[in-house]
Structures are given as C-alpha cells and as structure tokens.
C-alpha cells in the first residue's frame, strides 16, 4: 500500500463568455464508466488496487442525459456548418451534384445485383449434380456409374466434375485433375458442411483457378461429402463485362448531364 500526504484540491475558476454556463456544469460531471484510481480521504490519497476494487454500476443521470444532449447539438452545429460552406453555390451546382452522388449509387447497386445474380447462377449444375450423387449413395449406390468416366483438367476445362471424399476428409473416387494431381478442397470447408447439409463456396486452389463449388453431404454405408464443380472464369468474365458497361453508362450519364449544367449555368 501507497500513502502520500494530503493534496489540496483548487476549484477551477469560472470561464467567462457565452459558455461558460456549459463549459462550468460540465467540469461538475463526473466520469460516465470508470474504475477510480485515488480514494481520497480526510488526511492522505490512499492509491488502491484497480484490478481488485469493485466497479461502480454505470446509472444514466439527468446530467449525464444533458450532457450528452450538449454534446450532440455541438455535432449537429459542426454539421450546420459544414452545409453552410455550400450555400454560395448555385442551385443548379448543388443539384449537379446530387444527381452525380445518385447515379453514382444506382449504377454501384446494379452492378452488385448483376454480379450475385451471376455467380449464383454458376452453381446450377453442380447443385442438381450433387443432389442427385448424395442420393444415390444414401441409398449404397455404387460409385462407379455416379463419378463420369471422363476426366476434367481444372486449369483448362470448364466442364463440370464430382469428387467423393470419405467421413475422414480422403479422396475416394473423382474425375477431376490439376496438372494431373488430384486437387484436394480444405478441410475446414467439409467441417462447416457437417454442421449444414449444403454448403456452396468459390474454391481456389491455385492462383487463377477459382471454382464455383458445391459440397453436399451424404450417408449410407460409406458416409462422406459429394463435391461438385467447375471453373468460374467465364462467368467471371461476364461480370467484368458487366462491370465496363455500367462504368461506361454511369459515364455517359454524367457526360450528358455535364452538358445540360454548362448550357443552364450559361444562361442564368
């Protein structure tokens, strides 16, 4: 334990002005939420263990509530002043404005839609696929006429391929290939399936290669997860023509708008 002698406290003087009525009931205020750190008593500061003093419940007072109040019409009054700096534009400046800011966004909300609506659409085969294997095995099909004959290469071939891994996270049976490697999905994202039925991810497993993946699980006497796929590039190219057109019309639109203003702005 610390003791140091006694320190006498001086009363701050009033602040002077239009604010001093704030600024004086605010220094009144004590700190919202907080652990004190000096206990003081009669004759000395007596310093304490923060860790182990109990903290005070946080109550909400009419001076807290006012304070508070005070400190958002101070916001309101930076805001206030922030608009106020455009007052000496024109009308037609503030509304050139406002139409660049609304195209801005309408043309960034159609290009997010368009691009969810693309890349949930690159599932579509593999989820019927992989309805239909998990069906299958649950029902103790052989693997044999689920898994195509024909291989898939994944840095070249956007067809789409099945794989079938044990409860243990292993390849069992699959038709698809990278560089002539089997191609191996992280285990983590067979561990959020056991928890779900469905899972549907882009996979990635090498730079350049990115895969519309869905990864359903199945029963049966040899329970696992079925994995079907197929590579995301031309649906990745579709967005980014998707992406250019919209840059190009939210261009167009302000080029024509910009017109309009420089002719109105001449005229008045």
């Given amino acids: 334990m610390i003791i140091t002698p006694y320190v006498k406290r001086v009363k701050p003087a009033p602040v002077s002005g239009r604010r001093s009525f704030i600024s004086n009931f605010c220094k009144k205020i004590p700190t919202e939420v907080g652990t004190p750190l000096l206990y003081q ?8 263990d923060v860790d182990n003093f109990p903290r005070p419940p946080y109550r909400l007072t009419p001076r807290l509530i006012l304070i508070r109040v005070f400190r958002i019409i101070g916001t309101m009054n930076k805001v206030k002043h922030i608009i106020g700096r455009f007052h ?32 949930a659409g690159a599932n579509d085969p593999q989820v019927q696929m992989a309805e239909n294997a998990a069906f299958l095995l649950d029902h103790n099909a052989p693997m044999g006429p689920i898994v195509p004959e024909l291989g898939v290469e994944l840095s070249r071939n956007s ?16 038709n698809a290939t990278l560089h002539g490697k089997i191609p191996h999905i992280p285990k983590g994202a067979l561990d959020n399936t ?35 796929g197929r590579l995301l590039n031309e649906t990745e190219n579709r967005i980014g023509s998707i992406g250019k057109l919209c840059l190009l019309v939210w261009f167009g639109m302000i080029c024509i708008f910009g017109v309009f203003y420089y002719f109105i702005s001449k005229k008045t």
């Fill in 159 to 174: 067809e789409p391929f099945i794989q079938i891994y044990d409860k243990k996270g292993s390849v069992v049976d699959g």
């Fill in 88 to 119: 000496h534009l024109q009308k037609e400046t503030l509304f050139f404005l406002a139409f660049f800011l609304l195209a801005t966004i309408m043309i960034v909300f159609v290009y997010a839609i368009a691009q969810n609506i693309l890349r």
């Fill in 41 to 48: 008593n009669k004759n000395y500061i007596q310093a304490i």
């Fill in 194 to 228: 056991k928890e779900i039925s469905e899972n549907r991810i882009t996979w990635q497993p090498e730079r350049g290669v990115r895969i519309a993946t869905v990864i359903r699980r199945n029963g049966g006497q040899t329970p696992g997860f079925v994995i079907t």
